[in-house]
T-cell receptor, first 115, second 114 residues
């Protein structure tokens, strides 16, 4: 039973435009959310995170939005660059002593940025 | 710093064989974990450790053992390989339990069990 879902397996976007990646979750105990980026033959790298006390977090070209009532988060990349072509994973964690660090990952979205 | 290193990069096993996937980090991180990545399923947590001498099970622990005798090393042992264990395995570490979500991942080991 996947508790974190990324329903778009792929996304193609033109260089310079906005990329919007979506993620839905079902566990209302999730309190901390992260996005990871993965290139082929490499491990995922941490991109940006947000805790449930916020609804937005920004880091350069990357912004994550959280809508707790809808159990939905999204990652915006503006402007998209060719180096952003990668698989993006959404992940979530419960903030409890027993669960801290136990990340639940979505299946990933392959982003392709075209010239 | 080398970060998180994993060996081997690739491995082919026959059903029933055992092997150990190695993971090491040189960042003095407390928290280490093992994930497997399968097509269409994202990464799933196998085992994790919050410090030397302490390990616990994740979401999919069956068929795997771990130990954490030092801060640096966190090997994953496959006891009797099965085709269902064909996957890409990632080791990860984090500098504190409180920030365990922001983990550093190794490059992965691609394992095929025939």
């Amino acid at each position: 039973d996947q508790q974190v879902k990324q329903n778009s397996p792929s996304l193609s976007v033109q260089e310079g435009r906005i990329s919007i990646l979506n993620c839905d979750y079902t566990n209302s105990m999730f309190d901390y959310f992260l996005w990871y980026k993965k290139y082929p033959a490499e491990g995922p790298t941490f991109l940006i995170s947000i805790s449930s006390i916020k609804d937005k977090n920004e880091d350069g070209r990357f912004t994550v939005f959280l809508n707790k009532s809808a159990k939905h988060l999204s990652l915006h990349i503006v402007p998209s660059q060719p180096g952003d072509s990668a698989v993006y994973f959404c992940a979530a964690s419960e903030v409890t002593t027993d669960s801290w660090g136990k990340l639940q990952f979505g299946a990933g979205t392959q982003v392709v940025v075209t010239p | 710093n080398a970060g998180v290193t994993q060996t081997p990069k690739f491995q082919v096993l026959k059903t029933g064989q055992s092997m150990t996937l190695q993971c090491a980090q040189d960042m003095n991180h407390e928290y280490m974990s093992w994930y497997r990545q399968d097509p269409g399923m994202g990464l799933r947590l196998i085992h994790y450790s919050v410090g030397a001498g302490i390990t616990d099970q994740g979401e999919v622990p069956n068929g795997y053992n771990v130990s954490r005798s030092t801060t640096e090393d966190f090997p994953l042992r496959l006891l009797s390989a099965a085709p269902s264990q064909t996957s890409v395995y990632f080791c990860a570490s984090s500098y504190s339990i409180g920030r365990a979500g922001e983990q550093y991942f190794g490059p992965g080991t691609r394992l095929t069990v025939t």
